[in-house]
T-cell receptor, first 117, second 116 residues
Framework: GAVVSQHPSWVICKSGTSVKIECRSL??????MFWYRQFPKQSLMLMAT?????????EQGVEKDKFLINHASLTLSTLTVTSAHPEDSSFYIC?????????????FGPGTRLTVL | KQEVTQIPAALSVPEGENLVLNCSFT??????LQWFRQDPGKGLTSLLLIQSSQREQTSGRLNASLDKSSGRSTLYIAASQPGDSATYLCAVRAGRLQGGSEKLVFGKGTKLTVNP
């Protein structure tokens, strides 16, 4: 089956530093990748959608200059949280779709737990 | 704006019991509805996908129904097992982003505990 990996699985950083999270599709090419954020006891919220080779589309209320998304290849997307603050502490999950924009074939990664001190 | 609500937020049952998880959504103009399972600190596993034209889907001990007009879906788990313990998420596919993709809107989930 289609496998999506994320690295790191957890990270702790100091306030003000930047953190990069990688999302890889291991056995398929992902035309579209999605980044979600999940706060404790809250639902997954879509942050942005990225298509390989083009700029990401951010959801309303998500700062594109703070959450930098790069989807430079068909198997790798990265999310960089710049100048992280404690309120950015959350569970970040990516998903990948092998077909352009067809979300019923999204395959989810295991998530990355970010803690900002 | 589409909103998805799941009731109850948590459920604890003895092993072997049949149970029902509920999901409701505010905008009935959905393309499909999906039930996922999430284990602690882990990603999501898709359980069942119901297209908007369908009324139910079954997989093993799981049965999901969809009443699009009333904005409701249920996930029925038969003969529950301790291994079923997880958080169950309901998500609807709603709207279209630029380029033709559709995003998923998730509920907060129901945390299920099946006691041996």
């Amino acid at each position: 089956g289609a496998v999506v990996s994320q690295h790191p699985s957890w990270v702790i950083c100091k306030s003000g530093t930047s953190v990069k999270i990688e999302c890889r599709s291991l056995d398929f090419q992902a035309t579209t990748m999605f980044w979600y954020r999940q706060f404790p006891k809250q639902s997954l919220m879509l942050m942005a959608t990225s298509n390989e080779g083009s700029k990401a589309t951010y959801e309303q209320g998500v700062e594109k200059d703070k959450f930098l998304i790069n989807h430079a290849s068909l198997t790798l997307s990265t999310l960089t949280v710049t100048s992280a603050h404690p309120e950015d502490s959350s569970f970040y999950i990516c998903s990948a779709s092998p077909l352009a924009g067809v979300t019923d074939t999204q395959y989810f990664g295991p998530g990355t737990r970010l803690t900002v001190l | 704006k589409q909103e998805v609500t799941q009731i109850p937020a948590a459920l604890s049952v003895p092993e072997g019991e049949n149970l029902v998880l509920n999901c409701s959504f505010t905008d009935s103009a959905i393309y499909n509805l999906q039930w996922f399972r999430q284990d602690p600190g882990k990603g999501l596993t898709s359980l069942l996908l119901i297209q908007s034209s369908q009324r139910e889907q079954t997989s093993g001990r799981l049965n999901a129904s969809l009443d699009k007009s009333s904005g409701r879906s249920t996930l029925y788990i038969a003969a529950s097992q301790p291994g079923d313990s997880a958080t169950y998420l309901c998500a609807v596919r709603a709207g279209r982003l630029q380029g033709g993709s559709e995003k998923l809107v998730f509920g907060k989930g129901t945390k299920l505990t099946v006691n041996p």
